[in-house]
């Protein structure tokens, strides 16, 4: 059952679950694939798997090396189990299989699931929903889906050349540490959107696919 949650809820929330269950048929594939990468990333960096999901998500990558991609993940889970290299949980590694899972809803709630687990691993406690609770991960649902409650549209006098070399810049080098540069740059550009201009310049986590360089490059 879909969960109900208000705006305020959002915006507040630490729960990263409901949160996507509110976005189940509004978001797209590809950020919801783009939110697994973000969550696999926290525990695997740029592992070569993690990277080949964002490609695909982007459509840089063909099926067939996602398939490749998903038969390597399912060899690194056999390798915690049976190959001696890791003695208690393999959500670490499961985290993988599910960022490259063919079906982008499903490789967005597991990887987020699993990748929690990893943190916390013999506490049992993150399997119920009511306990899962993780800031991180909430902030990063933030961060690509924007607030569904209140979606924004771009106005075309605010694309400066400016705006969109440097929107582009960071989003192809994840540079997201230029975001306040944006911010300053779209000002320049007559933008006085404060969702837009706050979201840019305030602290924590940015990943690929975050809403605001998304909403300037037209990326769904």
């Known amino acids: 059952m879909v969960m109900v949650m208000t705006e305020a809820e959002w915006k507040t929330s630490t729960k990263p679950q409901p949160m996507l269950k509110v976005l189940r048929g509004i978001a797209g594939g590809r950020k919801l694939r783009l939110f697994a990468c973000a969550c696999a990333a926290r525990r695997h960096a740029m592992m070569g798997i993690v990277l080949l999901a964002a490609e695909y998500a982007d459509g840089a990558s063909s099926p067939e090396k996602l398939a490749n991609a998903q038969a390597e993940a399912r060899s690194y889970v056999e390798q915690f189990r049976h190959g001696g290299y890791y003695l208690g949980d393999d959500s670490e590694a499961l985290t993988l299989v599910w960022t490259v899972a063919d079906d982008a809803w499903v490789a967005a709630i597991n990887t987020a699931r699993y990748a929690h687990a990893a943190q916390f691993w013999p506490d049992e406690e993150y399997q119920s929903e009511e306990n899962y609770d993780s800031p991180a ?84």
């Open 137 to 220: 991960q909430s902030q990063l649902v933030r961060d690509i889906f924007g607030n569904p409650f209140r979606p924004l549209t771009v106005n075309p006098a605010w694309l400066s050349s400016t705006v969109v070399s440097l929107a582009q810049c960071i989003y192809d080098e994840c540079a997201f540490d230029r975001l306040p540069i944006l911010a300053d740059a779209l000002e320049d550009a007559g933008c006085t959107s404060a969702d837009i201009l706050e979201h840019c310049r305030q602290p924590g986590a940015h990943a690929r696919g975050c809403w605001v360089v998304d909403l300037l490059l037209d990326k769904q």
